[in-house]
């Protein structure tokens, strides 16, 4: 089993000196309370409970899974104590509005909190960060009577929260649900049909669920304009707050699944549950978005944290696993054989994941403060926040997801035959990573999001923006002689996005199928790219410290070395990516559906 430990140095790195949390907390209104010792003390707080509480559970969800029980669902042992430990120590509440008991801390200090729970113990992070998006939604679209009801417990983590998209005959093509809301006398509505596939839908961790589902009104329009979002509780809420009679929403099975074997992935029915809207009727799949950007962050973090555990599992392994010698001669003489760290292709593995690990971190941390300025910002800078969110979260969501699960691979590759057993975790890191490239919409999704409708959607004003912002950052560093392998790399690498862009805009024009030909490789071209700028901004900072490195860890060296790395084995993989997306959709379409069979 992988011993986690909390990559604080790292996480402060990103915080503090990459990103300079402090100087942006002291810009935020009401963060006083974000010092530089608060935070720290609270990565640490948080570091102690995900490693002694959560990441020992982590194996036993795995093998214990979640049991269906007439209707109900046992989550594996111990995760149940360790939620009420966590609702304790007051996490649910951290970044939440002080007017429904939260403690007012900026939303982007959940974010490294929900990478340490999510690395330590995915599928036991699922319950509360669930509850982050409709928490998010009711906050942005509810009423204030429905704030007043649902959030002061949804914020002090004493109830969970899902979100209900999903039905057996229509995933990611939300304009073909069933599911249905009669409108009552005295305002509510009576939800009728069945939800598949959601996550955390049914357990014994909270004594409530606040379900947020998408139905269709009795006079609605078709397709996805016709769609309303309604709040059903799974308890009915009594007038003085408390739970009451069980809602008529129920559990008719939970999956059997590759991974996350910890977390309950319900069929939820709906036969009559007394439901409210939130937000206007038929706007529904408008105000679900607020969860649905949320829940995208939310799996992009999924992606950085099956790297991380990859990554210290593998390494642990490398250093003390002995095997052969260095090509170059012994490294262990007084053994039988060297620690297979010493050998290329090892490294080869380690070092992909470490980047991919690291540099997840920043784009993530990146994105949380952008999340901040869009809340508290003045108007200009919420529209510049916006226009980046926009463009980054499909980029984080799919490159990141896909990275870590390449990752999670390595990290049974680097284990050898031991990776493919049990008892070290690498593979049920492999399971558990799979499922985050299909979640909240698939890579494809995210792929033709990025290209159609965020970027030629916006005649690509969307990426200039985020283009200018890295040429400011290579111009401040063109006359940097120990910079130029960076910035010259990266300098290039935008002119070609951008050249690439108006090539396959152009393509369109003449074949609209030269989108979804194209998108998957102009998705992930585009994360190495965004990826580069992180570990060229990383390789600034480094170079400025590294000669003050004098702690022993060698911290500000092996950033520079990986930033190396990244810029001559990983930022190359764009190269096939533009070759692939150029070469057209002929390549895919001109086969007739018949050939394909054999």
Known sequence: MTDYRAPLRDMRFVMHEL??????????????????????????????????????????GDQEGCRWEAGQVVTPTGFKAAYQQYVEGGWPSLAHDEEWGGQGLPESLATPISELTSTANWAWSMYPQLSHGAMNTLSAHGTDAQKARYLTKLVSGEWTGTMCLTEAHCGTDLGL???RAEPQADGSYRIHGSKIFISAGEHDMAENIVHIVLARLPDAPAGTKGISLFIVPKCVVNDDGSPGDANAVSCGSI??????????????????????LIGPPNRGLNCMFTFMNSARLGTAMQGLAHSELAFQGALSYARERLQMRALSGPKNPDGPADPIIVHPDVRRMLLTQKAFAEGGRML????????????HGSESDRAHADAKLALLTPIAKAFLT????????????????????????MEQNVRDSRISMLYEGTTGIQALDLLGRKVLGSQGELLKGFLNEVHV??????????????VGALAQKLQEWGEVTQQLGANALKDPEEIGAASVDYLMYSGYIVSAWFWAQAAAIALQKIDDDDDGTGFYAAKLDTARFYFQRLLPRTEGHKAAMLSGAGNLMSLDAEHFAF
Request: net charge negative; proline share 4%; hydrophobic share 40%.
């Open 255 to 276: 999956e059997h699944k590759m991974g996350i074997h910890g977390n309950a992935t319900c069929v939820l029915n709906f036969d009559g549950a007394e439901g409210f």
């Open 473 to 486: 950052f290579c111009g401040a560093h063109s006359d940097n002689p120990a910079m130029a392998e960076f």
């Open 177 to 179: 649900l069933r599911a």
């Open 19 to 60: 990103l300079d949390y402090p100087s942006h907390y002291a810009a935020l209104p009401q963060a006083d309370d974000a010092s530089p010792d608060v935070v720290d003390a609270i990565l640490d707080e948080a570091s102690r409970f995900c490693e002694q509480v959560l990441a020992p559970l982590n194996a036993v």
């Open 364 to 375: 993530l941390y990146y994105a949380a403060k952008l999340l901040d300025v869009t809340a």
């Open 402 to 425: 896909e990275t870590g699960f390449e990752s999670a691979n390595h990290g049974i590759q680097v284990l050898g035959g031991h990776g493919y057993i049990q008892e070290w975790g």
